[in-house]
């Protein structure tokens, strides 16, 4: 009875399930030396080119272990499996209809920030033109090692070519989950030695208080906040009256490609807010009813993009050569002397060691303030003249 209550349950499930293709052989009695149930059925996969297509599959059960209708549960449950799900994928598949109707749709939904405009961009540019056409089961290590070195050829840095291997190590890794491919061929590949990056370098003290003495308005403000709190130009583009908070400024959210999401990583933090910017601010407030803090005419968000908001670092430059936004960011975490771990907070990161490698640059007149103090420790030591 209980037999036939789990077939019927298997049966009503069937017909609920929304399937590609419905079939429901039944197992028969098979083998000679070995007593089987047998199963067979048509396992739908995509080809190539992405089309449909199937091929002839079977399964068995023995009859030592399972009876005629213990069999026909597991093949009911085995085939309402396969119709539950999408088309299974095949080796023969090609990277692009894998990255379009597989990993796209998959992937996107975690991105946050510019990290899809940022990964579209490089699979359209370093990874489509190469392998692209190229059946999945057949992209080899040697494969991926050569072009990475091409790339590395070709003048790109590391930040681009590592960028290339890490999306392609992630679309095999993908491949592989979905028993597509055997194994990840990404998985030893190495990142060729590139040219070095000229690192943006961290403004000094006397620099930032140029760029401040120098500067009014719109612009003024914009250098205060990116230094003081290590925010991201997008991060700022949208602050809001409602996140000048008692406790600091709010950043829970950034504009990307036109569009407002969640900081990078969904990192939502509270930076420390001094209170001259704070006055400063709320003076600022008094010019306009806007909810935004730097409305545009329409009392829209700035895209980044826009006219005025690209003429603030080109006015910059006229007293800091080479000044960006980001360039600020840097300087937060350079010239920041406070716990490490709050620093590494206040710029949304996770890891300590990540921020202290990627922002914190070293400043030649903080060496020089350090040397002098040893220099000064130093001299109250008393040093005796060797005896000859």
């Not at 009876?67 to 549960?73: E, G």
């Not at 050569?146 to 960028?163: F, K, P, Q, S």
């Not at 979905?178 to 961290?202: F, H, L």
Request: glycine share 6%; proline share 4%; with cysteine.
């Amino acid at each position: 009875m209980a037999e036939d209550a789990e077939q019927d349950e298997v049966v009503v499930r069937f017909s609920m399930a929304k399937r590609q293709k419905y079939q429901r052989p039944s197992v028969y009695a098979t083998g000679v030396r070995e007593k089987l149930w047998k199963l067979e059925y048509r396992e739908y996969f995509l080809d190539s080119a992405g089309k449909e297509q199937s091929r002839h599959k079977s399964a068995t059960w023995s009859q030592a272990n399972f009876t005629k209708a213990q069999a026909q549960v597991a093949a009911d449950k085995l085939l309402l499996e396969l119709q539950r799900g999408p088309l299974k994928a095949d080796g023969t598949m090609t990277l692009d209809t894998f990255w379009r109707t597989i990993y796209l749709p998959i992937r996107r939904r975690k991105w946050t920030g510019s990290t899809e405009p940022d990964v579209l961009n490089k699979y359209k540019n370093h990874i489509l033109p190469t392998f692209g056409s190229v059946a999945l089961q057949d992209i080899t290590k040697a494969m991926v090692q050569i072009h990475l070195g091409r790339m590395v050829d070709a003048g790109l840095g590391e930040a681009t070519v590592g960028a290339v291997k890490i999306r392609l190590h992630s679309i095999l890794e993908e491949a592989l989950d979905n028993d597509i491919v055997p194994k990840n061929v990404c998985r030893k590949v190495e990142t060729p030695t590139c040219k070095e990056k000229s690192e943006a370098r961290s403004l000094t003290e006397a620099e930032v208080q140029q760029l401040w003495d120098e500067t009014e308005g719109r612009d003024y403000l914009f250098w205060r906040i990116l230094i003081l709190t290590g925010a991201r130009i997008g991060e700022v583009l949208v602050l809001e009256r409602a996140d000048i908070r008692p406790d600091g400024l709010m950043i829970d959210e950034a504009v990307v490609c036109g569009k407002v999401k969640l900081p990078k990583r969904n990192k939502k933090r509270l930076a420390a807010l001094p209170e001259s910017l704070r006055a400063e601010l709320e003076e600022w407030l008094t010019g306009h009813d806007n909810r935004l803090l730097f409305p545009s005419p329409r009392g829209l968000v700035y895209p980044r993009n826009r006219k005025e908001i690209q003429e603030i670092p080109k006015r910059g430059r006229k007293i800091i050569p080479g000044l960006t936004f980001r360039q600020c960011r840097t300087t937060f975490a350079s010239l920041f002397q406070g716990d490490e771990a709050d620093r590494t907070s206040i710029m949304g990161h996770t890891d300590t060691k990540f921020t202290l490698e990627r922002y914190r640059k070293p400043i030649m007149e903080r060496r020089q303030r350090s040397v002098e103090e040893l220099d000064r420790r130093l001299k109250v030591v008393p040093i005796k003249k060797r005896q000859a």
